[in-house]
């Protein structure tokens, strides 16, 4: 795809639903980040996968949270028992690694999540 | 790796104004970067600084990273309305956004 897709844009559940929020990166990437941000706040890093490597979970806030990374394309961050807290914009970023060049990361539309 | 701290974290200026917004980090950055959101949007890559004492422009923004890149800011020259948004600086290589300053830009 030409970006970075995210699915689905707007979510809301009940308290203690189990979410499933979905990103597609660009292809070849192989740097897949996910965040959250909640209304005017900063980016709260989540998790981080590089390639084939064990990913970065150290910015999960807790044990509700998990993130796959299938064949090192698609990722799924799912939420368990949500609560309302977990309310917030929910963002994908995607990023190469080469030499001599930026590695900018390309962020998706996120997933609007609210949890009533 | 450690988050890099970023002031002031809300600026409100008029049109045409000047405004810049600072980044720093406690230990030596290889790289950074900056990003730009607009109200409602996702983060936009602006530019990539890597070299000491750097300096980059980008028609009215001019990016500098500091001699000793522990620190970097951005300056905007004669704000126009369409410079609102929170930009953000972030080390490359652990990616840990902080809170970013918030632009807004009065008519």
């Known amino acids: 795809g030409a970006g970075v897709s995210q699915s689905p844009s707007n979510k809301v559940t009940e308290k203690g639903k189990d979410v499933e929020l979905r990103c597609d990166p660009i292809?070849?990437?192989?740097?897949l980040y996910w965040y959250r941000q909640s209304l005017g706040q900063g980016l709260e890093f989540l998790i981080y996968f590089q390639g084939n490597s064990a990913p970065d979970k150290s910015g999960l806030p807790s044990d509700r949270f998990s993130a796959e990374r299938t064949g090192g394309s698609v990722s799924t961050l799912t939420i368990q028992r949500t609560q309302q807290e977990d309310s917030a914009v929910y963002l994908c970023?995607?990023?190469?690694?080469?030499?001599?060049?930026?590695?900018?990361?390309?962020f998706g539309q996120g997933t609007r999540l609210t949890v009533v | 790796g450690q988050q890099v701290m970023q002031i002031p974290q809300y600026q409100h200026v008029q049109e045409g104004e000047d405004f810049t917004t600072y980044c720093n980090s406690s230990t030596t950055l290889s790289n950074i970067q900056w990003y730009k959101q607009r109200p409602g949007g996702h983060p936009v890559f602006l530019i990539q600084l890597v070299k000491s004492g750097e300096v980059k422009k980008q028609k009215r923004l001019t990016f500098q990273f500091g001699e000793a890149k522990k620190n970097s800011s951005l300056h905007i020259t004669a704000t126009q309305t369409t410079d609102v948004g929170t930009y953000f600086c972030?080390?490359?290589?652990?990616?840990?956004f902080g809170a970013g300053t918030r632009l807004t830009v009065k008519p």
């Open positions: 970023a995607s990023s190469t690694r080469r030499t001599g060049g930026p590695t900018e990361a390309f």
């Open positions: 972030v080390n490359n290589n652990d990616m840990r």
């Open positions: 292809s070849g990437h192989t740097a």
